[in-house]
């Protein structure tokens, strides 16, 4: 009898501290070369350094499969990231090699490697969190960088986001609504003489249909005269129904599930109990309509909300946390607070609002919301205890995967899509800070 293949041995590798992959078995070299990238430098293979950071911030082996693209042919595999001091180790099971697919635009676009060689000096593309998975060589050149470094790095390192004259930033928009962009203007954040550019993407889908970042291209502001722009392919502006239909089920599951202890249909059960049913489902209905927003333009309809009771629902859903740091949560005595906006909106900024209040307090210390209604418009404010931020970031944390003092909880999203819907609504948020003196971030909405 004929034995059984045995399991060919795993691919080794190791990334430092510092994000760089500095072992690699062959084939995981030739990976990180095929990606433009090298042993010693930054791991430019989106798909595993995505897991690689998830181990260390967690600092608890990660296993994930993950799919990788080669020049030739994609690669699906198991990849084991292993925290060990301040490396990473990397285990990688269950290489195999298939034909790569093809661009997964093609059927729309045509294939890139069809197209104009002159159209591809501005080309970009990033993944669903907008780590750059490519970018031209001649755009690398432009921005004044070196392209292995920056693959596999978030975008918003090499390129600032710029608002437009309306005070949106159109790539952001699109992220958060997984659709297609153009006129996002964007500034050299290294080198690059200080070009400015203007970027377009379109929508890449994975092969379950999922949204998995953007294809785009740049155009150089300072085009000399007569050079042909960069326009971006018609696309239709479709929302990913298949990501959303698979977001909404589990948690219209879980918010029934949430509602039959709240109501205690299956028989007695502890106040408390219930109590944390109850935060469980006004959590999940906070998720969905987080998830619902995301697939909606912000419209110009208005209606009537009350800031306070949105206040005081939003606190609902962060007071678990609170208890967990030992931060109290004060708010203000304050009747109805009518303003114009979307209710769904305001929670998921308040949310933000109070809840980076909470991470940034000291233990012991107290939140405070307070409430006002003056020229117009009504406003709350979300004040904590904690280290202040400094003045010349106060701008610069409402950038995308920007963090106050620079730290690594979050994502550094939370405040840009905040502000994003607060100027939708035809409102703001600002921030009142300076170090060692807490810090007040002010929602303001017109009155209603």
Request: aromatic share 4%; net charge negative.
């Amino acid at each position: 009898m004929a034995s059984a293949p045995s399991e060919p041995p795993p691919i080794l590798g190791r990334v430092d501290s510092a994000g760089r992959l500095i072992e690699a078995d062959p084939k995981l070299a030739a990976l990180q070369a095929d990606a433009g990238s090298g042993l010693g430098a930054v791991l430019a293979i989106p798909q595993i350094a995505s897991i690689v950071r998830l181990a260390r911030r967690l600092g608890v082996p990660v296993t994930r499969p993950a799919m990788a693209a080669a020049a030739e042919r994609d690669i699906d595999l198991i990849v084991n990231a292993v925290p060990e001091g301040g490396d990473v180790r990397l285990i990688l099971e269950s290489w195999s090699e298939r034909p790569a697919s093809g661009p997964r635009l093609a059927p729309l676009f045509g294939s890139v490697a069809d197209s104009d060689p002159e159209d591809q000096r501005g080309q970009w593309s990033a993944d669903e969190q907008l780590r750059l998975i490519d970018l031209s060589l001649e755009f690398a050149e432009m921005l004044g960088i070196n392209r292995g470094e920056v693959i596999g790095q978030p975008l918003t390192r090499i390129l600032k986001l710029e608002e437009d004259e309306s005070g949106e930033m159109p790539l952001l928009a699109a992220l958060a609504s997984r659709q297609s962009f153009s006129g996002q203007r964007v500034s050299g954040r290294n080198g690059g003489s200080g070009r400015s550019f203007l970027l377009s993407g379109e929508v890449l889908l994975a092969s379950d249909g999922s949204f998995a970042g953007f294809e785009g291209r740049a155009e150089p502001l300072d085009s000399p005269p007569g050079s042909p722009p960069i326009e971006p392919p018609l696309m239709s502006a479709a929302i990913d129904e298949a990501l959303d239909e698979a977001l909404r089920s589990p948690i219209d599951r879980i918010i029934q599930c949430a509602d039959l202890i709240i109501d205690r249909s299956d028989g007695p059960l502890r106040s408390d109990y219930a109590a944390y049913a109850a935060d469980i489902s006004a959590a999940a209905r906070h998720l969905l309509s987080v998830i619902r927003s995301m697939g909606e333009e912000p419209g110009n309809d208005r209606a009537s909300v009350d800031l306070a009771a949105l206040a005081a629902e939003a606190v609902t859903m962060i007071e678990a946390l609170a208890e967990s740091r030992n931060v109290a949560i004060e708010a203000a005595a304050s009747g109805p607070l009518p303003a114009k906006g979307d209710d769904r909106g305001v929670i998921q900024i308040l949310v933000n609002l109070v809840g980076n209040a909470v991470r940034h307090s000291p233990q012991g210390s107290s939140v405070r919301l307070s409430f006002a209604s003056t020229a117009g418009m009504a406003s709350v404010t979300v004040r904590d205890e904690g280290a202040g931020i400094d003045p010349a970031d106060h701008e610069r944390i409402f950038e995308r995967f920007e963090r106050a003092g620079g730290g690594d909880d979050g994502t550094g999203l939370g405040l840009a899509i905040a502000r994003r819907l607060a100027r939708s609504m035809g409102g703001d948020i600002v921030v009142d800070s300076a170090p060692g003196a807490g810090a007040r971030f002010t929602l303001t909405l017109p009155s209603a």
